[in-house]
């Protein structure tokens, strides 16, 4: 950083900052400017800060820390919150295709009462196919990978419970073509005293053959 050491105003204030109206920060954001009152992408206040455009967070490869914190301790406010007007291009995207043994997304919610770790909402009427919710295991050969599992350790309520309006379509749709020597379903269940491995009811008084 140059220093301002024996120079005039007059050949430096170009490459100044100001408020804009040569105000002082209030509590209301205000846009920063250049000496010669050319617009930056800063806007401040006394407790807040606004960048528009786009924000680049770059860690060196020796940072020793985070990219990026966000510590939060209001704790009925949101800590990340996102406003996307986006049509056509993803809202977030994420390529970490140099991690090998950690995880792309690790979430830790362990005093949890009512709450979820994760929730997922579509209210669009719209009857284009589509799939809320895609997992793909895309190379062929990793033939290791188990495309979703679900670990429940409590001897409580069901491990998957699907609920469904649907009248006219299937709710669970298994395509297994390719299967050779293995199990489109594998169910061991070997300490059933009373209980059952599959248990199917049907109460509809419907006549239709």
Do not use: F, P, W
């Not at 909402?121 to 295991?137: F, G, K």
């Amino acid at each position: 950083m140059s220093t301002l050491t024996g120079k005039t105003i007059a050949s430096t204030y170009t490459s100044l900052l100001k408020l804009e109206g040569d105000t002082q920060t209030t509590t209301s954001l205000v846009q920063v400017k250049t000496g010669d009152d050319d617009d930056t992408c800063l806007y401040l206040s006394e407790d807040a800060a606004k960048i528009i455009n786009s924000l680049e967070v770059e860690n060196a490869s020796d940072g020793g820390t985070a990219a990026l914190i966000i510590d939060n301790n209001d704790t009925d406010e949101i800590a990340v919150s996102i406003e996307a007007a986006n049509i056509d291009a993803n809202v977030i995207d994420i390529t970490a295709d140099s991690v090998t043994t950690n995880k792309g997304i690790n979430i830790s919610m362990d005093a949890l009462t009512t709450g979820n770790i994760l929730y997922l909402d579509s209210d669009s009427s719209n009857t284009d196919t589509r799939n809320l919710v895609e997992v793909i295991n895309n190379h062929a050969s990793a033939t290791g990978t188990t495309v979703l599992k679900l670990q429940q350790d409590s001897t409580g309520a069901g491990t998957l419970t699907i609920s469904t309006a649907q009248t006219t379509t299937d709710v669970v749709d298994i395509t297994a073509d390719s299967l050779t020597t293995g199990k489109v379903i594998d169910v061991t269940a070997d300490a059933l005293t009373s209980g059952s491995i599959l248990y199917l009811d049907d109460n509809s008084s419907s006549t239709t053959a």
